[in-house]
């Protein structure tokens, strides 16, 4: 691994001895160390100082808010479609291995962005979590970055929404309850699969989708509702009828307050990173994906209306379309253009 030379022993941890020179694209990003501990095997963290925690959204963007917030880039949940995989690349670090192994974690985040939301210029417009990279994947555990982000934005009057595939979120469905007296609070649960075999092929760093059931269960309990993101329905994969109202038919027996689903992204550099999975596991289908996807990264308008016409009745069958104007809905319906990477990231 090319990071071998910058690291040293340090007790059951490694870390950079000197950060002056940095990883290679991580030297604007204000690394302080790289770490590397045994209860997370083959990853590397590397913490840095923020210059600021949220980010703004493009105008161009389709989507209700302007404001985002990553907690870290990388990801340990490892989805091969995933579309943040790409601004990865602005760090120097590939948008595959790396991505799912080299994890940048801003570990001063929420000290920042409370000091941003007392700005006299925040108009506490609503941010959301998630549209990126998840805020409550593994190394959420070890750095314990959201109740401080949390806390900021309730204290400040800001709403805010979370979207994850981690079941860590029950560790603050108490605070964001609490958060939710004083200011709008939406919460959301992505779950697209429920075939294990598949799931652990293309998300093998998710918890189960029993665990993501129970996650939503757990929400609606706390008081909060719970939107689902059954997204991304993978074209020849996921999208048979039986699949889709037997995924529909859980959300709904759990409590799932709506339900949003569209098909596969592939932009940038995550098209030729899911398209060898394909080629791995799927072969025959690898023609078929090219037709649908052409040269660009969405599937052809055929099959999204194909899609759209299979999908709508069963939600409306099982009670899942609720509000179709929910921000958390919206925003990420345009998911892969939710927030164009800029070269600094920090």
Wanted: glycine share 6%; with cysteine; aromatic share 6%.
């Amino acid at each position: 691994m090319r990071w071998e030379g910058q690291l040293l022993d340090a007790g059951d941890e490694k870390e950079a001895s000197d950060p002056s020179p940095a990883l290679p694209g991580l030297s604007r990003a204000g690394l302080v160390r790289s770490v590397r501990t045994p209860d997370f095997d083959g990853v590397t963290f590397h913490e840095v100082l923020c210059k600021s925690a949220l980010n703004k959204v493009p105008e161009s963007s389709q989507v209700p808010f302007r404001w985002t917030i990553n907690p870290t880039r990388g990801c340990l949940h490892q989805c091969v479609y995933c579309f943040a995989r790409t601004t990865h690349e602005y760090l120097d670090l590939d948008a595959g291995r790396d991505f799912d192994t080299q994890i940048v974690v801003k570990v001063n985040v929420a000290a920042v962005l409370r000091k941003e939301l007392m700005r006299k210029s925040w108009k506490r417009e609503p941010v959301a979590l998630g549209t990126n990279t998840d805020p409550y994947h593994r190394a959420e555990g070890r750095y314990r970055l959201m109740p401080g982000i949390i806390r900021a934005l309730a204290d400040s009057g800001t709403p805010m929404s979370i979207l994850t595939k981690g079941t860590l979120l029950r560790r603050d469905l108490k605070l964001l309850a609490a958060a939710a007296k004083s200011v709008p609070v939406s919460v959301g649960v992505s779950l697209a699969l429920l075939d294990e075999t598949l799931c652990k092929q293309v998300e093998p760093g998710t918890p189960s989708a029993r665990a993501r059931l129970d996650l939503i269960e757990a929400v609606r309990e706390s008081g909060l509702d719970c939107h689902v993101m059954a997204s991304p329905i993978l074209p020849m994969l996921s999208d048979s009828r039986a699949d889709l109202d037997n995924l529909f038919a859980h959300l709904a027996q759990v409590g799932a307050t709506s339900v949003t689903a569209f098909p596969l992204h592939l932009r940038g550099s995550t098209r030729g990173w899911y398209m060898s999975w394909l080629a791995e596991h799927h072969p025959a289908l690898v023609g078929k994906y090219r037709r649908l996807y052409g040269h660009g990264a969405y599937v052809a308008p055929e099959y999204r209306t194909w899609l759209r016409d299979r999908v709508d009745p069963m939600l409306e069958h099982h009670g899942l379309s609720g509000d179709r104007q929910s921000g958390l809905r919206e925003a990420v319906r345009e998911a892969a253009v939710v927030e164009t990477p800029q070269p600094t990231l920090f």
